[in-house]
């Protein structure tokens, strides 16, 4: 089970972390990822971000370089996603995914998901 926290209400040019906490007695994920659904945007989940489990490579789609960083806990099985410069079209409901493929963008691709935190930026 994956269950995020860290959302909230920041202005334009703040910051928010983010957390995905796995909880269960098995850990099966060689990835972890952070997606997002904005507003008005369509059912696909957009990719944000990913890390391989073990090594903890990283891997970021283009709206996240420079601004977001993400990392894992290996100890607390945490995953944590550091968002900062966030701007208004970064509102949306952020969801972790788990799975077998390592920084996949295809939300297909994982077979566990969290159920989301919201992130309201406001301008």
């Known amino acids: 089970q994956l269950v995020e926290s860290g959302g909230g209400l920041v202005e334009t040019g703040g910051s928010l972390r983010l957390s995905c906490a796995a909880s269960g007695l098995t850990f099966n994920y060689n990835s972890l990822a952070w997606f997002r659904q904005g507003p008005g945007k369509g059912p696909e989940r957009e990719f944000v971000a990913a890390i391989e489990w073990t090594d903890g490579l990283t891997f970021y789609t283009p709206l996240a370089t420079g601004r977001f960083t993400i990392s894992r806990d290996l100890h607390k099985k945490t995953m944590y996603l550091q968002m900062n410069g966030l701007q208004p079209e970064d509102t949306a409901l952020y969801y972790c995914?788990?799975?077998?493929?390592?920084?996949?963008?295809?939300?297909?691709?994982?077979?566990?998901w969290g159920r989301g935190t919201q992130v309201t930026v406001s301008s």
């Open positions: 995914a788990g799975g077998p493929i390592i920084a996949s963008p295809v939300p297909g691709s994982y077979d566990s």
